[in-house]
């Protein structure tokens, strides 16, 4: 059987990227970040400040016995910080940028493949589905072939962001569509004003964002409150039924 889907979900905020990931099966959140739930009632591990709580939490998961079926980081943002903050205190810098030429930042990348090491196990021992989410960015993209433009894509150091789009099996952008109205000033000008209310899930890449996936999603499909993974879930191999076994401890060491 195909494995559970490793999902990055982003997006501007007040989207509902919260809303759709806790519409997975059996969800836990690692919470990184302290924002708003909209009155959703989430099983996490409370508020994670440090690197250390967040490898904690995922040697619980791996060891312990539990129903969760999906692992949800809330952020990735956040856990870029925490990340950052490790990798100076085990080197005794003061901050990233003390050992210079990029340095701190290549001691980074090591503790974020522990960071998917982590959960690649908790997928592939314990059959988890994983969900992570990402705020979104206005990035200006410098294409040889055409005019430099703005495009969408996930607030992360652009090491950080490549190693996620090679490691994960969907990346996912929720927004709203914006159409233009133009309407005549004071002045005898123009003006543009955005409209649109509809949110999507966006799921192949265009030239306005990053996005794409492994299972032949559409281009996008229409995120409603309580039916996301509804409409995510014929695409994605079908998650294994029940509890896992608890994993030996030596392993997730």
Same mark, same amino acid.
């Given at each position: ?19 759709? $990931?806790?519409?997975?099966? &059996?969800?836990?959140? =690692?919470?990184? /970040? ?5 009155? *959703?009632?989430? %099983? +996490? ?6 690197? $250390?709580?967040?490898?904690? &939490?995922?040697?619980? =998961?791996?060891? /312990? ?5 999906? *692992?949800?980081? %809330? +952020? ?178």
């Amino acid at each position: 059987m195909d494995q559970p889907p490793r999902v990055l979900i982003y997006g501007p905020p007040k989207m509902g990227k919260t809303t759709l $990931a806790s519409e997975f099966p &059996a969800p836990v959140f =690692l919470q990184t /970040e302290q924002g708003e739930s909209g009155g *959703l009632e989430l %099983d +996490s591990f409370g508020h994670l400040q440090t690197y $250390a709580e967040v490898d904690e &939490a995922l040697i619980s =998961l791996f060891n /312990e016995t539990h129903a969760f079926a999906t *692992l949800v980081v %809330d +952020s990735l943002s956040e856990l870029e910080k925490l990340i950052i903050a490790e990798a100076c205190k085990r080197n005794g810098w003061k901050n990233i940028e003390q050992p210079g030429y990029g340095k701190g930042y290549v001691a980074a990348d090591a503790i974020w493949q522990e960071f998917l090491t982590a959960i690649n196990m908790l997928r592939s021992q314990r059959g988890m589905a994983v969900v992570l989410i990402a705020h979104a960015s206005i990035e200006r993209f410098d294409d040889p072939q055409t005019q430099s433009y703005s495009r969408y894509d996930i607030d992360l150091h652009k090491n950080v962001r490549a190693l996620m789009q090679r490691e994960v099996d969907a990346i996912l952008l929720v927004k709203q569509d914006v159409s233009l109205l133009k309407e005549k000033t004071s002045f005898g000008g123009e003006r543009a004003i955005g409209t649109g209310a509809a949110r999507w899930i966006y799921c192949e890449g265009s030239p306005a964002y990053t996005a794409g996936n492994r299972y032949n999603m559409p281009d996008k499909l229409l995120f409603q409150p309580g039916k996301g993974f509804a409409a995510l879930a014929p695409y994605f191999p079908q998650p294994a039924a029940g509890e896992t076994a608890p994993a030996k401890k030596e392993e997730a060491a």
